[in-house]
């Protein structure tokens, strides 16, 4: 029954509304889904109704982690519901939880339009929002009117993109004040901090051990109890990269989400022409291999120590399923969903159930990991 509403739904988002959608500008688009997201969310029957057509859950599914239960392991990624306005549709779209933000102290409106680029050939998109969000009072006011309290929302923190916070001090006291408005206000179930947006007044600072370093101790004065996790950047080298895991070691950190847009311009996955002046960071396919290796060797390399968010082109229940195996205990995507449809998420979840059978697991837990034991 599934299969075949879904069918339906992504035949017709396909061929009849992302050819329309895709005649827009991206933003008009993400601010159009926003807005339908938002009106959906707020009636007992359209939830109701989001959910019949849309949302797949299945027991081996569930997962606890760190003490958060989790329906299923599909979750939105930061930066498509920046200020908290689709949290109460997103459980009945069939996410397993969502990540808002990222979330600054102080607002941004964002850097100049245009800040997306669709890269059709490439499925991905140039993302360069520059940390756009109405600030963590606005945003935390939001979250605590959330009507599901079961559906676990992380927050991802970042650094107010202003050239006031461009230094380091200035810097790790902005992400400082915004965490401690999270925590004052018990707002949300886990944090992200979010050291690697790359489109941002300075560029990404923390990305170094000594600076990543001074940032942690200094959040870790905050004695926060909930779980932390980084989000951290793929265009780093495997060296560079576990200088950065080996410094999350020495402090509370429970995960890491691998990981952020690829910077790289050059990168063989991309097959539009990009003209020069599209400026930021790019998602989907051309973030796919990056995020997979570097999920590999962190779990090679840490095992249990990290739970790890797999995050970067997951298109498909399969690309879901080969994050899981080289390691990664829960997903996040965007751009998937934006070009093969909403129902992607119960597509997902419905594939994972059939390829576990097939693999002889009872639960998702049984598989992360798997394909680099072998
Ligand atoms: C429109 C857009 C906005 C984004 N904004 C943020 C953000 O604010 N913070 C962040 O950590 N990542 C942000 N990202 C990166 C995503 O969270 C994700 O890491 C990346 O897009 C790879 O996943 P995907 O291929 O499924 O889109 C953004 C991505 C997109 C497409």
Same mark, same amino acid.
């Given at each position: 029954?599934?299969?075949?509403?879904?069918?339906?739904?992504?035949?017709?988002?396909?061929?009849?509304?992302?050819?329309?959608?895709?005649?827009?500008?991206?933003?008009?688009?993400?601010?159009?889904?926003?807005?339908?997201?938002?009106?959906?969310?707020?009636?007992?029957?359209?939830?109701?109704?989001?959910?019949?057509?849309?949302?797949?859950?299945?027991?081996?599914? $569930?997962?606890?982690?760190?003490?958060?239960?989790?329906?299923?392991?599909?979750?939105?990624?930061?930066?498509?519901?920046?200020?908290?306005?689709?949290? +109460?549709?997103?459980?009945?779209?069939?996410?397993?939880?969502?990540?808002?933000?990222?979330?600054?102290?102080?607002? &941004? $409106?964002?850097?100049?339009?245009?800040?997306? &680029?669709?890269?059709?050939?490439?499925?991905?998109?140039?993302?360069?929002?520059?940390?756009?969000?109405?600030?963590?009072?606005?945003?935390?006011?939001?979250?605590?009117?959330?009507?599901?309290?079961?559906?676990?929302?992380?927050?991802?923190?970042?650094?107010?993109?202003?050239?006031?916070?461009?230094?380091?001090?200035?810097?790790?006291?902005?992400? &400082?004040?915004?965490?401690?408005?999270?925590?004052?206000?018990?707002?949300?179930?886990?944090?992200?901090?979010?050291?690697?947006?790359?489109?941002?007044?300075?560029? $990404?600072?923390?990305?170094?051990?000594?600076?990543?370093?001074?940032?942690?101790?200094?959040?870790?004065?905050?004695?926060?109890?909930?779980?932390?996790?980084?989000?951290?950047?793929? +265009?780093?080298?495997?060296?560079?990269?576990?200088?950065?895991?080996?410094?999350?070691?020495?402090?509370?950190?429970?995960?890491?989400?691998?990981?952020?847009?690829?910077?790289?311009?050059?990168?063989?996955?991309?097959?539009?022409?990009?003209?020069?002046?599209?400026?930021?960071?790019?998602?989907?396919?051309?973030?796919?291999?990056?995020?997979?290796?570097?999920?590999?060797?962190?779990?090679?390399?840490?095992? +249990?120590?990290?739970?790890?968010?797999?995050?970067?082109?997951?298109?498909?229940?399969?690309?879901?399923?080969?994050?899981?195996?080289?390691?990664?205990?829960?997903?996040?995507?965007?751009?998937?969903?934006?070009?093969?449809?909403?129902?992607?998420?119960?597509?997902? +979840?419905?594939?994972?159930?059939?390829?576990?059978?097939?693999?002889? &697991?009872?639960?998702?837990?049984?598989?992360?990991?798997?394909?680099?034991?072998?």
């Amino acid at each position: 029954m599934h299969m075949y509403k879904s069918s339906i739904i992504s035949v017709t988002y396909k061929h009849l509304v992302k050819p329309i959608l895709f005649r827009f500008d991206p933003e008009t688009v993400h601010d159009l889904f926003l807005q339908v997201g938002k009106i959906l969310g707020r009636f007992s029957i359209t939830k109701s109704l989001t959910r019949l057509l849309f949302s797949y859950q299945h027991p081996s599914l $569930e997962q606890t982690i760190h003490g958060i239960p989790f329906k299923n392991p599909v979750g939105l990624a930061a930066g498509f519901d920046k200020d908290a306005q689709l949290i +109460n549709i997103l459980p009945h779209i069939g996410f397993g939880f969502a990540e808002i933000g990222t979330v600054t102290y102080k607002p &941004y $409106e964002g850097n100049p339009k245009p800040r997306l &680029y669709r890269l059709i050939q490439t499925k991905g998109i140039i993302v360069n929002y520059g940390l756009k969000n109405l600030g963590v009072k606005k945003i935390i006011q939001r979250i605590q009117k959330q009507k599901d309290p079961e559906f676990p929302l992380s927050v991802s923190v970042g650094k107010t993109n202003s050239s006031a916070t461009s230094s380091t001090r200035n810097g790790i006291n902005d992400y &400082y004040n915004c965490l401690k408005e999270l925590v004052k206000s018990n707002t949300g179930n886990f944090y992200t901090i979010n050291i690697s947006c790359p489109n941002t007044f300075g560029g $990404e600072p923390f990305t170094t051990e000594e600076r990543l370093k001074k940032l942690l101790f200094k959040l870790n004065s905050l004695k926060i109890s909930m779980p932390i996790f980084l989000k951290m950047p793929i +265009n780093l080298p495997w060296k560079e990269f576990k200088k950065l895991l080996d410094i999350a070691m020495q402090f509370k950190i429970s995960g890491v989400i691998i990981g952020n847009l690829n910077k790289d311009h050059h990168s063989k996955a991309i097959k539009d022409l990009i003209p020069l002046d599209i400026k930021g960071g790019i998602s989907g396919k051309p973030t796919w291999e990056l995020s997979n290796n570097l999920i590999s060797k962190t779990f090679q390399t840490y095992g +249990n120590r990290f739970i790890i968010i797999g995050v970067g082109g997951i298109f498909s229940a399969e690309d879901a399923y080969e994050k899981i195996k080289r390691g990664a205990s829960l997903l996040q995507l965007i751009t998937g969903m934006i070009f093969e449809g909403p129902q992607l998420i119960g597509d997902i +979840n419905k594939g994972l159930v059939e390829l576990l059978n097939k693999d002889g &697991y009872t639960n998702i837990s049984q598989a992360v990991g798997t394909y680099n034991i072998k």
